[in-house]
Each structure stands twice: as C-alpha cells, then as structure tokens.
C-alpha cells in the first residue's frame, strides 16, 4: 500500500519546532495512512438523515480545509464530530486544521482522538 501525505501537512509538520515536529509528524503519517485506508465503523445508515448530514459537513469541511478556508472548515469539521464522533476521519483533518494555525495543544487532541479512534487492524 502507498501512503501520500499532501504537501501542506508535510510542510506544516517539517516546518515546526523540532520538539513539537517529530511528535506531530508521527501522528500525521498514521492518519495519512488512515485518511487512505478510511475507517467506517459505527456509521449510520447511509439513508439516514444524519448520514447524509455528516457527509456534507464533512466534505465541506475537507473543501474549505483544502482552499483555506479556516472559518468554514472549523465550523463544518466541528459539527462533523459532533454528529458521528466516532469516525476519525473528520478529528483528523480538525487536528490538521488545528496544526496548520500553529494551535499545537488542541491539534495534538484532535489528532489523538482520531488516532484513539482507529481500529486495531486498520493498517
């Protein structure tokens, strides 16, 4: 299996201090890894409606994130985990929010938490 880390979180894990950078960059490589394996455990019923509210949350959310859009993703990201806080998907691109505007404490939560999230025998 090939893991690609998308370039902004390469360059915001290698450009952080070094104390903070080798504890970041671990877990941004084990969340590349789950980003591309995808972890769907606990989801509801893709019929239901608060299915089809979390995918748009987010996918709107990745958007933003993608664009920099910081405001709208933070918004959106925030009522994905709010919606199915199991999924680690979403705590994972919060955390990568988080990192991306230098907040180390609350991105090192939500990477945790994503982290904490993923199955045993996702990799």
């Not at 490589?29 to 995808?38: D, F, M, T």
């Not at 995918?55 to 933070?74: K, N, Q, W």
């Not at 991306?100 to 938490?113: K, M, S, V």
Request: glycine share 8%; net charge positive; aromatic share 8%.
């Amino acid at each position: 299996m090939r893991i690609t880390v998308p370039a902004y979180v390469w360059q915001k894990a290698t450009r952080s201090s070094a104390t903070q950078g080798g504890k970041f960059f671990a877990l941004l490589l084990g969340l590349a890894a789950l980003n591309s394996i995808g972890c769907h455990r606990g989801l509801p019923a893709p019929s239901s409606k608060t299915y089809a509210s979390y995918v748009s949350a987010f996918y709107t959310g990745l958007a933003a994130l993608e664009v920099g859009d910081d405001v709208r993703a933070d918004a959106r990201l925030s009522q994905a985990t709010e919606l199915i806080p199991g999924e680690p998907a979403a705590w994972a691109d919060w955390g990568i929010l988080a990192l991306r505007q230098r907040n180390f404490d609350l991105a090192e939560q939500r990477l945790e938490r994503a982290r904490a999230l993923v199955p045993d025998n996702a990799g």
